[in-house]
C-alpha cells in the first residue's frame, strides 16, 4: 500500500515539473511559485512514504 501511495506521487511529482516548465516558458511566476510548493511537499511524502516502507521491512 506504502508502494504505491509512493508511486501515485511520483507519477504526480513528473505532472507537477512538466507544470513548473510550462509556467516557466509562458513566465507566470506566481503559478510557478505555487508548484514550486506542491513540489516540495511531493518530494517530502515520497521520501516519508519510503522510509516508512524500509522501517515496515519492505511489505508496504
Known sequence: MLAELRD???QLLSIL???HRLCEEHGD??????V????GETESRIWFLFES???SGGHS
Open 36 to 39: 514550486d510548493g506542491w513540489i
Open 8 to 10: 501515485d506521487n511520483r
Open 17 to 19: 515539473r512538466q507544470q
Open 29 to 34: 511566476a506566481a503559478t510557478m511559485s505555487l
Open 53 to 55: 516502507g524500509q522501517a
